[in-house]
C-alpha cells in the first residue's frame, strides 16, 4: 500500500527566503513520487516527479526535490520564494509500473509575505 | 499546456436533482479519472477509465456513475444529488499509468443544498 504524509498544512515564508515543504511517503514497491500545485480556482498541475533516474529531481518555477530511499522522503525545496508561489501544494505517490492510482497528501498551503 | 476540460465550473443545485459533470480531453489519453476533492482533506479517486467501454470504481466509495463511451469524453452522473455531495470534482486523463503524468482539469465546485 501507498501513502504520503505533508508535514505542516500550513507554511509562511517571506518574499526572498527558502521554501521547504516536506513530504514522506510509504510504499510497498518503488514508488513514483510527484508535486503538484494547485492555484485558486483551478486544478492540479505538476511541478516535477521522479521516476527511478536521478535523486535530485527539477522541475518548473525554480523548484527542485530530492529523493532519500534512507528517509523515505521528498521533500520539495526552492531557493527563492516569489510571491506567484502562494498556492497549495500536493505530494503524491503512484504504486509503480501498472498503477492506476496516485495517492495524495492533505497538501500545504504556502503563504508568501512580502 | 494541458488540455483537459470540465464544465460546469460551479453548480449549485437542490437536493433530489439528477446531474453530469462533464469532462473532456484532446489529448487522445486512454486513461482518465475522477477525483473527490475536500478542503483541507486528500484528493480521493473515486472512478477511473483504462479506455473505452472501460470503468472501474476506486478507493473511496461513491454514489456517482461514469460512463466511457468515447475515448475523449468521460462524464460523471449523480441520479439524486444530497447535500453529501457537496465537494469539488477533479476529472483528470493520463497516457499510461505509474510515472506516467496525470493532467488535470480546472475542477467543477457542486454545492447541493
Not at chain 1, 517571506?14 to 516536506?22: P, W
Not at chain 1, 520564494?81 to 492533505?106: K, P, Q, W
Request: proline letters at 4%.
Amino acid at each position: 500500500a501507498q501513502s504520503v504524509t505533508q508535514l505542516g498544512s500550513h507554511v509562511s515564508v517571506s518574499e526572498g527566503a527558502l521554501v521547504l515543504l516536506r513530504c514522506n511517503y510509504s510504499s510497498s514497491v518503488p514508488p513514483y513520487l510527484f508535486w503538484y500545485v494547485q492555484y485558486p480556482n483551478q486544478g492540479l498541475q505538476l511541478l516535477l516527479k521522479y521516476t527511478s533516474a536521478a535523486t535530485l529531481v527539477k522541475g518548473i518555477n525554480g523548484f527542485e526535490a530530492e529523493f532519500k530511499k534512507s528517509e523515505t522522503s521528498f521533500h520539495l525545496t526552492k531557493p527563492s520564494a516569489h510571491m506567484s508561489d502562494a498556492a497549495e501544494y500536493f505530494c503524491a505517490v503512484s504504486g509503480g509500473t501498472g498503477a492506476n492510482n496516485l495517492f495524495f497528501g492533505t497538501g500545504t498551503r504556502l503563504t508568501v509575505i512580502p | 499546456e494541458a488540455d483537459i476540460y470540465q464544465t460546469p465550473r460551479y453548480l449549485v443545485i437542490g437536493t433530489g436533482k439528477k446531474i453530469t459533470l462533464e469532462c473532456s480531453q484532446t489529448m487522445g489519453h486512454d486513461k482518465m479519472y475522477w477525483y473527490q476533492q475536500d478542503p483541507g482533506m486528500e484528493l480521493h479517486l473515486i472512478h477511473y477509465s483504462y479506455g473505452v467501454n472501460s470503468t472501474e470504481k476506486g478507493d473511496l466509495s461513491s454514489e456517482s456513475t461514469v460512463s466511457r463511451i468515447r475515448t475523449e469524453h468521460f462524464p460523471l452522473t449523480l441520479e439524486s444529488a444530497r447535500p453529501s455531495h457537496t465537494s469539488q470534482y477533479l476529472c483528470a486523463s493520463s497516457e499510461g499509468s505509474g510515472a506516467d503524468t496525470q493532467y488535470f482539469g480546472p475542477g467543477t465546485r457542486l454545492t447541493v443544498l
